[in-house]
Every structure is written in C-alpha cells, then in structure tokens.
C-alpha cells in the first residue's frame, strides 16, 4: 500500500535552513509528480512545490519561491524540500503527497517550527 514518510522537521532560527525528506513506497513513483504541502497551526493545508515525474519541472508557492527547492531521486523514491531563509510564518506541518491523489492517504508529516 501506499506509504509516504516525511523526515527531516525541527526547530530553526529565522534565517535557517532545512531539509526535509519524504520516502516513498507502494506506487509507480517515477512516473507521479510529487508535492509539499503544509498546515499551518489553525489553518488549512497549503500547496506549496511541486515537481514533474521526471524532475524536469518544479513549480512553487509565490510565498516560498527563491526559498525552498523541491527535488527527488528517483532511484531512491525520495522527495527533498530544501528550505533556506526561514522564516516564521513557515512554521507548519509539513507533508509531500502525489499529484492528482484521490484515495485520501497522507502521511504523518513533519513538524518545521522556526522561532527565535
């Protein structure tokens, strides 16, 4: 069955860097694009970049553009969100999903908090 893993969270000062990694299993990986989203405490879940099968192509949320860079291996069915210049408003649970997922699966996610 589908299995998404997400890693890598923690507490960062404003101006620090994470990476954040998602393991992948129990699907035809490299031929779905992939995501990170993120909720927030007391919002919604939010799309924030996105990356083609093939990694070709990566598209991002205007809030995060410049910031973070999404990428995946596929060999290794791994998506990473590189995350520079934090700030605090990106503090949030953060997720990867498939692109076009209808079955209702996340994983658990991976807490980011950046605080001073």
């Known amino acids: 069955q589908v299995q998404l893993v997400e890693s890598g969270g923690g507490l960062v000062q404003p101006g620090g860097s994470l990476t954040l990694s998602c393991a992948a299993s129990?699907?035809?990986?490299?031929?779905?694009?992939m995501n990170w989203y993120r909720q927030a405490p007391g919002e919604g879940r939010e799309w924030v970049a996105g990356?083609?099968?093939?990694?070709?192509?990566?598209t991002y949320a205007e809030s995060v553009k410049g910031r973070f860079t999404i990428s995946r291996d596929n060999a290794k069915y791994m998506v990473y969100l590189q995350m520079t210049n934090l700030k605090i408003e990106d503090t949030a649970v953060y997720y990867c999903?498939?692109?076009?997922?209808?079955?209702?699966?996340w994983g658990q996610g991976t807490r980011v908090t950046v605080s001073s």
């Open positions: 999903q498939r692109t076009g997922a209808l079955d209702g699966y």
């Open positions: 129990g699907f035809a990986f490299t031929t779905v694009g």
């Open positions: 990356i083609m099968n093939d990694g070709t192509m990566t």
